[in-house]
């Protein structure tokens, strides 16, 4: 009985290793998840995948492509959710200029440590699409919808994430290239 047991865990280990690069090679849109060693920031390979998996299907159902992960870009997020925990403990964007200077597109979120997980802020950035109708973004209806609109934005192709930990909450970071929420334009 324990030999089929070992025999079925090999398998199920053999498969989650090759099911996401048989995916990937068989032009299945779905992002291929990076390992441990390529993430870039904090988060976990789980943790990664359901942020890709949260993303990609708010865009999938606009008709927008699958973002890829990037661990540079992972490294980028977690240096500001690390400079947010260890300063203010409060959401804050990277400046237009200076030492912390904004490069990509930028969405941040916080909840309670424990209560809510990476994928209730793409969830919660998802929850403003009920704000935005369609129309080019200006400076009147951005800001109701621009976490949601930088989420589904048909330019961009890559996402890091990151996340901090202050005062019992949980800051998270996603960074967006090219970045979104360009004024005259269509997300989609």
């Not at 490294?75 to 964007?93: G, V």
């Not at 994928?119 to 973004?137: N, Q």
């Not at 005062?167 to 960074?175: A, E, H, T």
Request: proline fraction near 4%; glycine fraction near 8%; include cysteine.
């Amino acid at each position: 009985m324990k030999s089929y047991a070992a025999v079925i865990l090999i398998i199920v280990t053999i498969l989650c290793y090759l099911l996401p690069q048989t995916l990937a090679q068989n032009g299945n849109t779905t992002a291929t998840v990076p390992d441990n060693t390529s993430i870039g920031s904090d988060l976990t390979a789980r943790e990664v995948e359901a942020l890709l998996q949260a993303h990609n299907k708010a865009r999938a159902e606009v008709g927008v492509g699958p973002l890829q992960w990037s661990k540079e870009i992972a490294l980028y997020a977690q240096e500001w959710a690390d400079h947010l925990a260890a300063t203010t403990c409060r959401l804050k964007h990277r400046p237009r200029s200076g030492t912390w200077k904004q490069r990509y597109g930028e969405n941040l979120f916080m909840g309670t440590a424990g209560y809510y997980n990476v994928a209730d802020a793409v969830k919660a950035w998802e929850g403003e699409k009920a704000y935005y109708s369609g129309e080019e973004l200006n400076y009147s209806n951005w800001k109701d919808s621009g976490h949601y609109t930088q989420v589904v934005w048909k330019g961009t192709t890559h996402v890091g994430c990151a996340t901090a930990a202050c005062k019992g909450n949980m800051i998270v970071v996603c960074n967006y290239d090219p970045p979104g929420n360009v004024l005259g334009e269509k997300p989609y």
